[in-house]
Nanobody, 128 residues
Framework: QVQLMESGGGLVQPGGSLRLSCAAS????????MGWFRQAPGKEREGVAA???????HYADFAQGRFAISQDRSKNTLYLQMNSLQPEDTAMYFC??????????????????????RGQGTQVTVSS
């Protein structure tokens, strides 16, 4: 089993920045891709950004140019740097991982599919 633990959320003013972290533990050798997703109250899950198995990345349109996904494999940690945050970015952000290297990006692109592992999430609230 894999455990994912997010941190770094909080309250930020419009235009501000946050850096989210996701620490993976357990059977991490089974992970082939990871990504960030979000869900706001009353809305469906949205893919934010993801790494593919070859290290390729994909961003949702709303994240392009504002958010940056990165990872530190030595620490089994995934990051999401979020800049120029706006109220519409308010949501629960969670990281997820999958055993198929192509699946995380597929879920970000299509908005469909389940992921093998996901964390509990960290709340991001953008408000003045």
């Amino acid at each position: 089993q894999v455990q994912l633990m997010e941190s770094g959320g909080g309250l930020v003013q419009p235009g501000g920045s946050l850096r989210l972290s996701c620490a993976a533990s357990g059977a991490t050798s089974s992970i082939e891709c990871m990504g960030w997703f979000r869900q706001a109250p009353g809305k469906e899950r949205e893919g934010v950004a993801a790494f593919g198995g070859s290290g390729t990345t994909h961003y949702a349109d709303f994240a392009q140019g504002r958010f940056a996904i990165s990872q530190d494999r030595s620490k089994n940690t995934l990051y999401l740097q979020m800049n120029s945050l706006q109220p519409e970015d308010t949501a629960m952000y969670f990281c997820a991982a999958h055993r198929n290297p192509f699946h995380c990006i597929h879920v970000v692109v299509t908005g469909r599919g389940e992921l093998d592992y996901r964390g509990q999430g960290t709340q991001v609230t953008v408000s003045s």
